[in-house]
């Protein structure tokens, strides 16, 4: 119908650091529907210390992925919302094979516009040079890095400088990277096939 016909639904496709969080806000701005990012979510259910935050920080901060029933229906309430109608941005769902297969039945039952994909590629040793200088405030949920992107008045969304002061996210360990990028290569790139 004609509502769906203009809704947005896009999904960037990339390894952690690729940059897609940064597109996903541009894309958020410009075409005025929400991102949606479920390392976002689980990083705030773990800042409220909830249940379910507390279930997932191991497997997070070690670079592992988290199981796919808790992203899974982290995402069907998200694509509930009445503001997440007109479309989304995903990023960072799916990553796996069985999330990108529950999506597909979820746009399925919602009459949702089809997905379009962009992937956003970048070679892993730039990769391992962002996440190993990114820093991130537990504040204001402002990424940073420290020679790219140094925080600085103006550039933290939430927080003025001096109250917002970026740390090294525990996920951002030497050993945490190489089993992020172990995790995508193994569990996230045959997405790309799928796609
Ligand atoms: P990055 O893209 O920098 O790796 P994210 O913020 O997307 O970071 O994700 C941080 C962590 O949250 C992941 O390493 C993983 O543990 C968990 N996570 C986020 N999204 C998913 C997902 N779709 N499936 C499984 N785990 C996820």
Same mark, same amino acid.
């Given at each position: 119908d004609g509502e769906s016909a203009m809704q947005h639904n896009i999904y960037l496709f990339g390894?952690?650091?690729?940059?897609k969080g940064t597109q996903a806000q541009l894309l958020s701005e410009k075409l005025g529907i929400p991102q949606l990012s479920t390392g976002d979510m689980l990083r705030a259910a773990r800042k409220e210390g909830s249940e379910l935050g507390n279930r997932v920080a191991a497997l997070m901060d070690s670079g592992q992925l988290v199981p796919d029933e808790v992203v899974i229906e982290l995402v069907k309430q998200r694509l509930a919302r009445p503001d997440h109608q007109a479309g989304v941005i995903l990023d960072g769902? #799916? &990553?796996?094979i069985k999330q990108a297969e529950a999506l597909d039945a979820m746009f399925a039952a919602t009459g949702r516009a089809p997905l379009r994909v962009i992937s956003v590629e970048v070679a892993f040793d730039e990769i391992r040079r962002r996440l190993a200088g990114r820093r991130w405030c537990a504040r204001c949920n402002g990424t940073f890095h420290v020679?790219?992107?140094? #925080? &600085?008045?103006?550039?933290?969304p939430g927080c003025d400088v001096s109250s917002c002061p970026p740390a090294v996210r525990p996920d951002a360990r030497p050993e945490a990277i190489e089993k992020r990028l172990q995790a995508y290569s193994q569990q996230t790139a045959p997405l790309m096939d799928y796609y």
């Amino acid at each position: 119908d004609g509502e769906s016909a203009m809704q947005h639904n896009i999904y960037l496709f990339g390894a952690p650091g690729a940059g897609k969080g940064t597109q996903a806000q541009l894309l958020s701005e410009k075409l005025g529907i929400p991102q949606l990012s479920t390392g976002d979510m689980l990083r705030a259910a773990r800042k409220e210390g909830s249940e379910l935050g507390n279930r997932v920080a191991a497997l997070m901060d070690s670079g592992q992925l988290v199981p796919d029933e808790v992203v899974i229906e982290l995402v069907k309430q998200r694509l509930a919302r009445p503001d997440h109608q007109a479309g989304v941005i995903l990023d960072g769902f #799916p &990553r796996t094979i069985k999330q990108a297969e529950a999506l597909d039945a979820m746009f399925a039952a919602t009459g949702r516009a089809p997905l379009r994909v962009i992937s956003v590629e970048v070679a892993f040793d730039e990769i391992r040079r962002r996440l190993a200088g990114r820093r991130w405030c537990a504040r204001c949920n402002g990424t940073f890095h420290v020679t790219d992107n140094p #925080p &600085r008045p103006g550039n933290s969304p939430g927080c003025d400088v001096s109250s917002c002061p970026p740390a090294v996210r525990p996920d951002a360990r030497p050993e945490a990277i190489e089993k992020r990028l172990q995790a995508y290569s193994q569990q996230t790139a045959p997405l790309m096939d799928y796609y």
